[in-house]
């Protein structure tokens, strides 16, 4: 049945069809096939990442994605940067998401737990796609949200200074308005 109800090429006939259709392909294929985990038993994260690539309001999050092991997020930052480098759009349209009743469960340990380790993931990702203007956590959590939900076009973004990465130090930067969020 999952192949049926949920694989997510079946969205293409409906995207052909009602092309300013928003939607959010949630999980981007979900995290246990990014972990590495030999029981999930589709791996649609290609098919997602095409569907982003080929209409226009098409966007996938990465919410449930546990990242407690270092070594897991490590393996799951490498492959995220390798596929945002494969399908550019990507950049532009992942959302950063938590299911956040689901951070009560299993290793996550509450919202502010998984931020942090959401945070990490983020910084990992960042630094592999160094040499380009991008910053994971900003895109992911403040300006693809808003491209999202529609209030604000790609035209409308300025680029931030450097990555997240390099003004952690600087004052009143970016971070310091949002991370009453996430802490």
């Given at each position: 049945?999952?192949?049926?109800?949920?694989?997510?090429?079946?969205?293409?006939?409906?995207?052909?069809?009602?092309?300013?259709?928003?939607?959010?392909?949630?999980?981007?294929?979900?995290?246990?096939?990014?972990?590495?985990?030999?029981?999930?038993?589709?791996?649609?994260?290609?098919?997602?990442?095409?569907?982003?690539?080929?209409?226009?309001?098409?966007?996938?999050?990465?919410?449930?994605?546990?990242?407690?092991?270092?070594?897991?997020?490590?393996?799951?930052?490498?492959?995220?940067?390798?596929?945002?480098?494969?399908?550019?759009?990507?950049?532009?349209?992942?959302?950063?998401?938590?299911?956040?009743?689901?951070?009560?469960?299993?290793?996550?340990?509450?919202?502010?737990?998984?931020?942090?380790?959401?945070?990490?993931l983020l910084k990992i990702v960042t630094e592999n796609l160094s040499g380009t203007k991008f910053d994971a956590w900003y895109e992911f959590t403040v300006v693809n949200p808003l491209r999202f939900i529609g209030l604000i076009n790609i035209e409308d973004v300025e680029e931030p200074e450097g990555t997240l990465l390099g003004?952690?130090?600087?004052?009143?930067?970016?971070?310091?308005?949002?991370?009453?969020?996430?802490?």
């Open positions: 049945i999952d192949d049926l109800c949920t694989d997510p090429d079946k969205w293409r006939n409906v995207l052909r069809d009602f092309p300013q259709l928003r939607i959010n392909l949630a999980h981007f294929g979900g995290y246990g096939i990014w972990s590495g985990n030999p029981n999930q038993l589709q791996d649609w994260r290609e098919s997602i990442a095409r569907l982003v690539q080929d209409y226009a309001h098409v966007y996938t999050d990465l919410s449930a994605f546990e990242n407690t092991d270092d070594n897991v997020r490590e393996r799951i930052g490498t492959q995220l940067a390798d596929f945002i480098s494969r399908f550019p759009k990507l950049r532009n349209r992942i959302l950063m998401g938590s299911d956040w009743y689901m951070t009560e469960a299993g290793n996550l340990k509450g919202v502010g737990p998984y931020y942090a380790n959401e945070f990490e003004v952690l130090d600087e004052e009143k930067t970016w971070l310091d308005k949002y991370w009453i969020y996430i802490t």
